[in-house]
């Protein structure tokens, strides 16, 4: 009896080990301390670091640490992965995650990174039911299975002209947000339906606004890549909110607050 009931006490605790395994490791991963040079790429990487309050510095190493332990990074093209390509990445991707209760971008499992911009087949079906195959040259792309595509050679370009708006992580890893709601298309989960309100009628105005700005050749705040649809609009908010905080919030008032309450911070405070 006492063998039976031995036997029974192992697999139990085998089951359990099973199932509370990656969570440990995950706490084992947390707990250990920033390694100094990945705190001298993080300096690097985002110029704002030293500016950003203590709890938000800590909050930050915390989110990398996680995003480091839960995704895999694959180099494309021969492409070497090396801890400034990872430690760079996961810092601007774990920018927008710094005060929101949430998981650290769940249906992202893979950072394919290439040297340069990469080149993806498209298919499209025009008038008259007119299928077309082209080749579209990117710097980047956010796809609904669960990866990011970076190009290495974009992200050191965005890193040397901070503050231009610019920010292909950022811009992918925003994608990623979108897509949680269930559907790509400029709202990512929001607390209510009175803030989805909200958002559509702010975000759908100034979708409009840079639409006619485009058109007149008008010079803007916003990259006129965010006229291409709702969820690229959103894309490209997200990088001037993190990049020209201060003239997004000058020109662009109830878009920046709208982009504020969702991401809860204020980047002006750090530039």
Same mark, same amino acid.
């Given at each position: ?41 993080? +300096? ?14 800590l909050?930050?190493? +915390?989110?990398i ?47 394919l ?9 498209r ?9 077309? !195959? ?11 299975? %669960? +990866? ?14 901070? %503050?231009?708006g !610019? ?8 994608? @990623?947000?979108?897509?949680?709601? %269930? ?15 909200r958002?559509? @009628? ?12 485009? @058109? ?25 909110f ?8 000058? !020109?662009?008032?109830e878009?920046?607050? @709208? ?13």
């Amino acid at each position: 009896m006492e063998l039976k009931w031995l036997a029974i006490a192992l697999i139990l605790i085998g089951l359990s080990a099973f199932f509370f395994l990656p969570a440990y490791r995950l706490r084992l991963a947390l707990a250990r301390p920033f390694p100094s040079a990945f705190a001298k790429i993080l +300096r690097k990487s985002i110029p704002s670091y030293a500016r950003m309050s203590v709890p938000i510095q800590l909050r930050l190493k +915390r989110l990398i640490k996680q995003f480091l332990h839960e995704k895999k990074f694959v180099g494309c093209d021969g492409f070497e992965i090396t801890d400034e390509v990872r430690v760079t990445i996961a810092a601007k991707a774990c920018l927008l995650l710094l005060n929101r209760k949430t998981l650290v971008y769940p249906k992202c499992e893979f950072v394919l990174v290439y040297p340069t911009a990469f080149v993806v087949p498209r298919v499209e079906t025009g008038l008259g039911g007119v299928v077309t !195959h082209q080749n579209q040259t990117l710097s980047g792309e956010s796809w609904s299975d %669960g +990866r990011v595509i970076l190009a290495w050679e974009h992200i050191q370009r965005d890193r040397e002209n901070a %503050g231009s708006g !610019h920010d292909v992580v950022v811009h992918e890893f925003a994608h @990623q947000l979108d897509s949680e709601s %269930g559907n790509t298309n400029g709202a990512p989960l929001l607390p209510s339906a009175a803030h989805y309100q909200r958002w559509a @009628q702010v975000f759908e105005r100034e979708y409009a606004l840079l639409t006619s700005a485009e @058109q007149a050749g008008l010079e803007t705040v916003l990259d006129y890549y965010g006229t291409t649809n709702p969820a690229e609009f959103f894309a490209v908010a997200t990088e001037a909110f993190f990049e020209k905080s201060h003239a997004l919030a000058q !020109h662009h008032a109830e878009l920046y607050e @709208q982009l504020r309450s969702y991401y809860r911070v204020d980047p002006r405070l750090w530039q």
